[in-house]
């Protein structure tokens, strides 16, 4: 019996808590070019904020708070530097504990997540609502982020932020009328 080429060449693999535009398959499938197995989780101690001028969200350190979401599981490192270009420079990644949320119990999970950079941030209000997200956005998003993927891999492609900001900037005219 030959062994497994994956034992052979072994990787890390990561589990990644999402609460944003990450929730959503559709973008995470536009970034990974897969969809990786997950599970519902929760993050306690955090607070997820909506961004003035901004349609994703930020998560920042709340006493007393709690952010769901989920927990991407088995992201390969090449999919965590995608995942990083990504979050680009507004998100710290930080290694937290997380709660798994299984059918009849909860557990404990390491991951990590992207936690807002600029804890004094004085456009951070409120509560961000996936949903809501998903009507108004979401196709936008995708647009969005297959330009950023597109351009990932070129010598002098543009970050996620300015992507973003060249992408929506149009919209935002049009959402502010």
């Known amino acids: 019996m030959g ?6 060449n072994p990787q890390s693999l990561h589990n990644v808590f999402v609460y944003g535009s990450l929730l959503a398959d559709e973008v995470v ?4 070019k ?3 197995e997950s599970s519902p989780a929760a993050l306690d101690g955090y607070h997820r904020f909506s961004i003035k001028g901004r349609v994703y969200p ?3 350190p709340v006493e007393n708070k709690k952010v769901t979401g989920k927990v991407l599981k088995h992201i390969t490192d090449p999919e965590l530097d995608i995942l990083d270009a ?3 420079v507004e998100y710290e ?3 937290v504990e997380g709660e798994e949320c299984l059918q009849d119990k909860s557990e404990k999970i390491k991951a990590h997540t992207y936690v ?4 004094n941030d004085p456009n951070l209000y409120g509560e961000w609502d996936f949903e809501e997200w998903k009507q108004v956005h979401l196709n936008d998003f995708l647009r969005m982020s297959s330009n950023f993927m597109e351009e990932l891999d070129l010598p002098d492609s543009r970050t996620r932020v300015v992507t973003y900001e060249s992408f929506f900037q149009a919209g935002d005219e049009k959402s502010m009328a």
Do not use: C, H, T
């Not at 062994?3 to 052979?8: A, D």
């Open 93 to 95: 990644r930080r290694s």
């Open 3 to 8: 062994s497994s080429p994956v034992l052979q």
């Open 34 to 36: 897969r969809v990786p």
């Open 58 to 60: 930020a998560i920042l």
């Open 86 to 88: 990504f979050e680009d």
């Open 116 to 119: 807002w950079e600029n804890k």
């Open 29 to 32: 499938r536009v970034l990974l």
